[in-house]
Protein backbone atom coordinates (compact mmCIF):
# COMPACT_ATOMS: atom_id res chain seq x y z
CA UNK A 1 0.00 0.00 0.00
CA UNK A 2 1.47 3.83 -0.78
CA UNK A 3 0.07 6.07 1.23
CA UNK A 4 0.42 9.89 0.73
CA UNK A 5 1.29 12.39 3.57
CA UNK A 6 -0.17 15.88 3.70
CA UNK A 7 0.04 18.70 5.89
CA UNK A 8 -0.43 22.48 5.56
CA UNK A 9 1.89 25.69 5.55
CA UNK A 10 1.54 26.42 9.41
CA UNK A 11 4.21 23.47 9.81
CA UNK A 12 6.88 25.67 8.56
CA UNK A 13 8.38 22.55 6.91
CA UNK A 14 11.47 23.83 4.94
CA UNK A 15 10.85 23.54 1.46
CA UNK A 16 13.73 20.47 1.30
CA UNK A 17 12.62 18.59 4.08
CA UNK A 18 8.93 18.44 2.96
CA UNK A 19 10.48 17.36 -0.68
CA UNK A 20 12.57 14.91 0.91
CA UNK A 21 9.93 13.16 2.91
CA UNK A 22 7.27 13.40 -0.11
CA UNK A 23 4.94 15.22 1.70
CA UNK A 24 2.26 17.81 -0.06
CA UNK A 25 2.24 20.94 1.93
CA UNK A 26 -1.70 23.21 1.24
CA UNK A 27 -0.55 26.86 2.08
CA UNK A 28 -3.45 28.60 4.28
CA UNK A 29 -4.12 32.05 2.86
CA UNK A 30 -2.94 35.60 3.88
CA UNK A 31 -5.29 38.80 3.42
CA UNK A 32 -3.75 42.08 3.35
CA UNK A 33 -6.18 44.27 2.39
CA UNK A 34 -8.04 43.35 -0.73
CA UNK A 35 -5.13 41.39 -1.15
CA UNK A 36 -5.05 37.44 -0.78
CA UNK A 37 -2.08 35.45 -0.50
CA UNK A 38 -0.53 32.36 -0.80
CA UNK A 39 1.43 31.18 2.45
CA UNK A 40 5.21 30.82 1.61
CA UNK A 41 4.03 30.77 -2.16
CA UNK A 42 2.52 34.14 -2.96
CA UNK A 43 3.99 35.88 -0.12
CA UNK A 44 7.48 35.34 1.70
CA UNK A 45 8.27 35.03 5.33
CA UNK A 46 10.72 38.24 4.89
CA UNK A 47 7.68 40.29 2.72
CA UNK A 48 5.40 39.29 5.72
CA UNK A 49 7.57 40.40 8.55
CA UNK A 50 8.19 43.75 6.35
CA UNK A 51 5.07 44.60 5.93
CA UNK A 52 4.04 43.81 9.65
CA UNK A 53 4.66 46.76 11.80
CA UNK A 54 4.02 48.78 9.13
CA UNK A 55 0.57 47.55 7.91
CA UNK A 56 -2.48 49.67 8.32
CA UNK A 57 -4.40 46.80 8.15
CA UNK A 58 -4.55 44.03 9.85
CA UNK A 59 -3.63 41.22 8.29
CA UNK A 60 -5.81 38.02 8.47
CA UNK A 61 -5.46 34.52 7.65
CA UNK A 62 -7.59 31.96 6.67
CA UNK A 63 -7.94 28.20 5.90
CA UNK A 64 -7.71 26.50 2.80
CA UNK A 65 -10.79 25.99 0.37
CA UNK A 66 -12.73 22.65 0.95
CA UNK A 67 -11.80 22.46 -3.04
CA UNK A 68 -8.25 23.20 -2.32
CA UNK A 69 -8.41 19.92 -0.40
CA UNK A 70 -10.44 17.95 -2.80
CA UNK A 71 -8.38 18.76 -5.60
CA UNK A 72 -5.11 17.98 -4.05
CA UNK A 73 -6.47 14.35 -2.35
CA UNK A 74 -7.96 13.74 -5.98
CA UNK A 75 -4.70 14.25 -7.37
CA UNK A 76 -2.96 12.66 -4.97
CA UNK A 77 -5.40 9.10 -5.38
CA UNK A 78 -4.12 8.49 -8.63
CA UNK A 79 -1.00 7.38 -7.64
CA UNK A 80 -1.45 5.85 -3.76
CA UNK A 81 -3.87 4.08 -1.96
CA UNK A 82 -4.29 6.32 1.49
CA UNK A 83 -4.17 9.71 2.13
CA UNK A 84 -3.35 10.86 5.89
CA UNK A 85 -3.95 14.53 6.14
CA UNK A 86 -2.09 16.16 9.50
CA UNK A 87 -2.80 19.50 10.30
CA UNK A 88 -2.97 22.31 12.48
CA UNK A 89 -4.88 22.51 16.00
CA UNK A 90 -8.23 22.88 14.94
CA UNK A 91 -8.36 25.93 18.14
CA UNK A 92 -6.25 27.47 16.06
CA UNK A 93 -7.58 27.11 12.51
CA UNK A 94 -10.59 25.90 9.94
CA UNK A 95 -7.82 24.18 8.19
CA UNK A 96 -8.61 20.73 9.56
CA UNK A 97 -12.70 21.43 9.34
CA UNK A 98 -11.53 21.90 5.64
CA UNK A 99 -9.85 18.65 5.23
CA UNK A 100 -12.46 16.91 7.17
CA UNK A 101 -15.42 18.36 4.78
CA UNK A 102 -13.48 17.78 1.64
CA UNK A 103 -13.42 13.78 2.57
CA UNK A 104 -17.14 13.72 3.42
CA UNK A 105 -17.20 15.05 -0.83
CA UNK A 106 -15.15 12.56 -1.90
CA UNK A 107 -16.42 9.76 0.11
CA UNK A 108 -18.16 8.08 -2.93
CA UNK A 109 -14.75 7.80 -4.77
CA UNK A 110 -13.60 5.00 -2.05
CA UNK A 111 -10.15 6.64 -1.21
CA UNK A 112 -9.36 5.76 2.37
CA UNK A 113 -8.12 9.50 3.73
CA UNK A 114 -7.38 10.28 7.37
CA UNK A 115 -7.71 13.61 9.19
CA UNK A 116 -5.60 14.19 12.14
CA UNK A 117 -5.68 17.46 14.08
CA UNK A 118 -2.53 17.09 15.86
CA UNK A 119 -3.35 20.06 18.32
CA UNK A 120 -0.03 21.79 17.39
CA UNK A 121 1.54 24.02 15.29
CA UNK A 122 4.91 25.41 13.40
CA UNK A 123 7.65 22.76 13.20
CA UNK A 124 5.64 20.71 16.29
CA UNK A 125 3.22 19.86 13.75
CA UNK A 126 5.98 19.58 10.84
CA UNK A 127 7.76 17.21 12.99
CA UNK A 128 4.98 15.13 13.61
CA UNK A 129 4.23 14.92 9.43
CA UNK A 130 7.81 13.99 9.07
CA UNK A 131 7.99 11.26 11.65
CA UNK A 132 4.86 9.99 10.18
CA UNK A 133 6.28 9.82 6.88
CA UNK A 134 9.13 7.88 8.04
CA UNK A 135 7.36 5.00 9.21
CA UNK A 136 5.00 5.35 6.08
CA UNK A 137 8.32 4.25 4.62
CA UNK A 138 9.45 1.74 6.84
CA UNK A 139 6.26 0.00 6.24
CA UNK A 140 3.43 1.44 8.75
CA UNK A 141 -0.29 1.12 7.50
CA UNK A 142 -2.96 3.69 7.49
CA UNK A 143 -3.74 2.80 10.89
CA UNK A 144 -0.98 2.24 12.49
CA UNK A 145 0.16 6.08 10.32
CA UNK A 146 -3.49 8.03 12.33
CA UNK A 147 -1.67 6.49 15.61
CA UNK A 148 1.62 7.29 15.11
CA UNK A 149 0.92 10.91 14.03
CA UNK A 150 -1.60 11.10 17.27
CA UNK A 151 0.95 9.82 19.32
CA UNK A 152 3.83 11.92 18.31
CA UNK A 153 1.67 15.12 18.23
CA UNK A 154 1.76 14.28 22.24
CA UNK A 155 5.54 14.01 22.27
CA UNK A 156 5.60 17.51 19.74
CA UNK A 157 6.34 20.46 21.28
CA UNK A 158 5.95 23.81 19.98
CA UNK A 159 7.86 26.99 21.96
CA UNK A 160 8.33 30.91 21.05
CA UNK A 161 10.22 33.74 23.10
CA UNK A 162 7.95 36.64 21.89
CA UNK A 163 8.65 40.37 21.82
CA UNK A 164 5.13 41.38 22.07
CA UNK A 165 1.26 39.59 22.57
CA UNK A 166 -0.13 42.28 20.61
CA UNK A 167 -0.12 40.17 17.35
CA UNK A 168 -1.55 37.57 19.40
CA UNK A 169 -4.10 39.77 21.02
CA UNK A 170 -4.99 41.15 17.44
CA UNK A 171 -5.04 38.03 16.13
CA UNK A 172 -7.82 36.43 18.38
CA UNK A 173 -4.79 33.77 19.38
CA UNK A 174 -3.71 34.92 22.84
CA UNK A 175 -5.40 31.73 24.23
CA UNK A 176 -4.49 31.03 27.99
CA UNK A 177 -2.06 33.65 27.65
CA UNK A 178 -4.43 36.35 28.32
CA UNK A 179 -3.42 36.99 31.86
CA UNK A 180 0.03 38.03 30.60
CA UNK A 181 -1.34 40.96 28.70
CA UNK A 182 -0.88 44.63 30.52
CA UNK A 183 1.43 43.18 33.13
CA UNK A 184 4.52 42.42 30.88
CA UNK A 185 6.54 46.28 30.65
CA UNK A 186 9.91 44.39 29.26
CA UNK A 187 9.35 40.93 29.77
CA UNK A 188 10.14 38.59 27.39
CA UNK A 189 6.96 36.03 27.27
CA UNK A 190 7.80 32.50 26.44
CA UNK A 191 4.65 30.62 25.14
CA UNK A 192 3.64 26.87 23.91
CA UNK A 193 0.71 24.73 22.82
CA UNK A 194 -1.46 23.39 25.32
CA UNK A 195 -4.59 21.18 24.21
CA UNK A 196 -4.52 23.62 21.18
CA UNK A 197 -3.88 26.85 22.34
CA UNK A 198 -1.42 29.51 23.58
CA UNK A 199 -0.26 29.12 26.97
CA UNK A 200 2.29 30.72 28.94
CA UNK A 201 5.66 28.68 29.95
CA UNK A 202 7.75 31.51 31.55
CA UNK A 203 9.11 34.64 30.72
CA UNK A 204 12.39 36.37 31.07
CA UNK A 205 13.65 39.57 31.94
CA UNK A 206 15.53 40.09 28.93
CA UNK A 207 16.33 38.38 25.63
CA UNK A 208 19.68 37.03 27.28
CA UNK A 209 17.55 35.20 29.81
CA UNK A 210 15.08 34.22 27.49
CA UNK A 211 17.66 32.25 25.07
CA UNK A 212 19.30 30.47 28.59
CA UNK A 213 15.56 29.35 29.29
CA UNK A 214 14.38 28.00 25.58
CA UNK A 215 18.28 26.21 25.90
CA UNK A 216 17.25 24.60 29.08
CA UNK A 217 13.99 23.72 27.60
CA UNK A 218 15.86 22.01 24.94
CA UNK A 219 18.17 19.94 27.97
CA UNK A 220 15.46 19.31 29.54
CA UNK A 221 12.94 17.41 26.72
CA UNK A 222 16.04 15.39 25.43
CA UNK A 223 16.73 12.50 24.62
CA UNK A 224 14.97 14.18 21.33
CA UNK A 225 13.88 12.69 17.88
CA UNK A 226 13.96 16.27 16.16
CA UNK A 227 14.80 19.53 16.91
CA UNK A 228 14.62 22.44 14.96
CA UNK A 229 15.30 26.38 16.67
CA UNK A 230 12.77 29.18 15.31
CA UNK A 231 13.06 32.84 13.91
CA UNK A 232 11.09 35.23 12.34
CA UNK A 233 13.94 37.91 11.48
CA UNK A 234 16.88 37.07 13.54
CA UNK A 235 18.44 34.21 11.53
CA UNK A 236 21.87 34.40 13.05
CA UNK A 237 20.43 34.54 16.74
CA UNK A 238 18.50 30.96 15.90
CA UNK A 239 22.12 29.66 14.23
CA UNK A 240 23.74 30.56 18.02
CA UNK A 241 20.89 29.09 20.28
CA UNK A 242 21.72 25.53 17.43
CA UNK A 243 25.09 25.61 17.88
CA UNK A 244 24.30 25.49 21.82
CA UNK A 245 22.12 22.54 21.67
CA UNK A 246 23.71 20.72 18.81
CA UNK A 247 24.74 17.84 21.21
CA UNK A 248 20.98 17.59 22.48
CA UNK A 249 20.31 17.35 18.62
CA UNK A 250 19.87 14.02 16.25
CA UNK A 251 22.87 13.68 14.55
CA UNK A 252 24.14 16.71 16.50
CA UNK A 253 22.33 18.87 13.55
CA UNK A 254 19.24 21.18 14.74
CA UNK A 255 17.08 22.67 12.12
CA UNK A 256 17.39 26.05 11.78
CA UNK A 257 13.70 27.04 10.20
CA UNK A 258 11.93 30.19 9.75
CA UNK A 259 8.38 30.86 10.82
CA UNK A 260 6.12 31.29 7.43
CA UNK A 261 3.95 34.16 7.31
CA UNK A 262 0.70 32.79 8.96
CA UNK A 263 2.08 31.82 12.02
CA UNK A 264 4.28 34.60 12.06
CA UNK A 265 1.26 37.16 11.83
CA UNK A 266 0.29 36.14 14.81
CA UNK A 267 3.77 35.91 16.72
CA UNK A 268 5.11 39.35 14.94
CA UNK A 269 8.53 40.34 14.28
CA UNK A 270 11.80 39.14 16.92
CA UNK A 271 10.71 35.41 17.47
CA UNK A 272 12.88 32.83 18.66
CA UNK A 273 11.65 29.48 19.42
CA UNK A 274 11.47 25.77 19.43
CA UNK A 275 10.53 23.36 17.53
CA UNK A 276 10.85 19.36 18.62
CA UNK A 277 9.91 15.82 19.07
CA UNK A 278 10.77 13.91 22.14
CA UNK A 279 12.19 10.37 21.93
CA UNK A 280 9.22 7.46 22.20
Not at 31 to 38: A, E, W
Not at 64 to 75: A, H, I, L, N
Not at 242 to 255: G, H, I, Q, S
Amino acid sequence: MTIAVVTDSTSDLPPEIAKQHGIEVIPLNVHIGDDTFLDGQTITSDQMYRILPESKEIPTTSAPPVGKFVDVFTRLSKDHDAIISIHISSKLSLTYISAVNAVSEMVDTGVDIRVVDTEQASMALGWTAVHVAEKIAAGASIDDAVEIAQKAATRASFVGMVDTLDYLVRGGRIGKARGFVGSLLRIKPILTLEEGEAHPVGRARNRKKGVAMLEQMVADASPLDKLSILYTTEPEAAQAIADEVANYAPDNKPVVAQLGPVVGNYLGPGVLGLGLLRAE
